[in-house]
């Protein structure tokens, strides 16, 4: 599934695994390790999120609404791991996953 994203998917899922990782105020360092394992197998470039530091969740929500059912199911599961990856599922990290799911249909 991986190689069949291109980047602006990549970009986003990265930036909302990036909110859901920051949702509950912590960084874990199993977060942490799992984001630093999704920017490397994405191949990404800090240099391509110069002008995403910026975007809301509403914004980078309605390019995810976009996504092809096929890359939604990819990129939930992601979102589920980064979620429960410190052991404790945040009812903020819960609540953007919750939203997402509103537009995987």
């Not at 874990?28 to 630093?36: G, H, S, V």
């Not at 002008?51 to 990129?75: N, P, R, V, W």
């Amino acid at each position: 599934m991986i190689n069949q994203l291109n980047i602006a998917e990549k970009r986003v899922i990265f930036c909302i695994l990036s909110q859901i990782m920051k949702a509950d105020n912590i960084l874990n360092p199993a977060e942490i390790q799992l984001l630093d394992s999704v920017f490397e197998e994405f191949q990404l470039e800090i240099s391509e999120f110069d002008h995403m530091d910026d975007l809301s969740f509403d914004e980078l929500y309605k390019e995810y609404c976009s996504f092809s059912i096929e890359t939604k199911e990819y990129a939930n599961r992601l979102f589920k791991r980064m979620a429960e990856c410190d052991g404790y599922v945040d009812p903020r990290e819960f609540a953007l996953i919750q939203k997402l799911a509103q537009c995987s249909h």
